[in-house]
């Protein structure tokens, strides 16, 4: 089965900043990945798919990039309404499905 | 505008039934596949169950094989969650999402609904 490791687990930051969320494939999922953002109590949101192409409607603030094994979502220029948590998700392998790394809280410092 | 409704949640006994529901609209529904999505108290998301959008295909993660069915009824635009033998460890709230493409598991999921709460407990 394909592992999804996301880092950190927890991230502070403050409006304004530049951060990056690390996804990381236990094995080559080629571009075959997804980043979610999810609020509690709501729907998750779906801002990258096959890593670095922008959901229609996402702000350009939000980017992915790599491949293989190794993914990254950036968000520059921290908003109020980014403070949630994030998800990278893997798909395209009938070995494993859809799977989900274990998530990123971004808080606010 | 494409709208996920949940429905069905509820507390239930461990050993118990409880047969969750999407009301979908806003979309060709039988053109995409569509999944149930878990997320436990203080847990990450975890995928559950997919169907294609024909129907004639389902998949399960290894922790519902056996208990759970997924099925759709594409003249209503509902998909179905039976779940069965349910344990405490089945407590989550359950979204439904659609993917983009008609097929498992190709395809990202486009849209999601909000959940339903499934308690299972003594």
């Known amino acids: 089965d394909i592992q999804m490791t996301q880092s950190p687990s927890t991230l502070s930051a403050s409006v304004g900043d530049r951060v990056t969320i690390t996804c990381r494939a236990s094995?080559?999922?080629?571009?075959?990945l997804a980043w979610y953002q999810h609020k509690p109590g709501k729907a998750p949101k779906l801002l990258i798919y096959k890593a670095s192409s922008l959901q229609r409607g996402v702000p350009s603030r939000f980017s992915g990039s790599g491949s293989e094994t190794e993914f990254t979502l950036t968000i520059t220029s921290l908003q109020p309404d980014d403070f949630a948590t994030y998800y990278c998700?893997?798909?395209?392998?009938?070995?494993?499905?859809?799977?989900f790394g274990q998530g990123t809280k971004l808080e606010i410092k | 505008e494409v709208q996920l409704l949940e429905s069905g949640g509820g507390l239930v006994q461990p050993g118990g039934s409880l047969r969750l529901a999407c009301a979908a609209s806003?979309?060709?529904?039988?053109?995409?596949?569509t999944s149930w999505v878990r997320q436990a108290p203080g847990k990450g998301l975890e995928w559950v169950a997919a169907?294609?959008?024909?129907?004639?295909?389902?998949f399960y993660a290894d922790s519902v094989k056996g208990r759970f069915i997924i099925s759709r009824d594409n003249s209503k635009d509902m998909m179905y969650l039976q779940m069965d033998s349910l344990r405490v460890e089945d407590t989550a709230v359950y979204h439904c999402?659609?993917?983009?493409?008609?097929?498992?598991?190709?395809?990202?999921?486009?849209?999601w609904g909000q959940g339903t709460q499934v308690t299972v407990s003594s």
């Open positions: 999402a659609k993917s983009i493409r008609p097929t498992v598991p190709q395809g990202e999921f486009d849209f």
């Open positions: 806003g979309f060709s529904f039988s053109t995409y596949a």
């Open positions: 998700q893997q798909y395209n392998h009938f070995s494993s499905m859809y799977t």
């Open positions: 169907i294609s959008g024909a129907g004639g295909r389902t």
């Open positions: 094995q080559s999922i080629s571009s075959w």
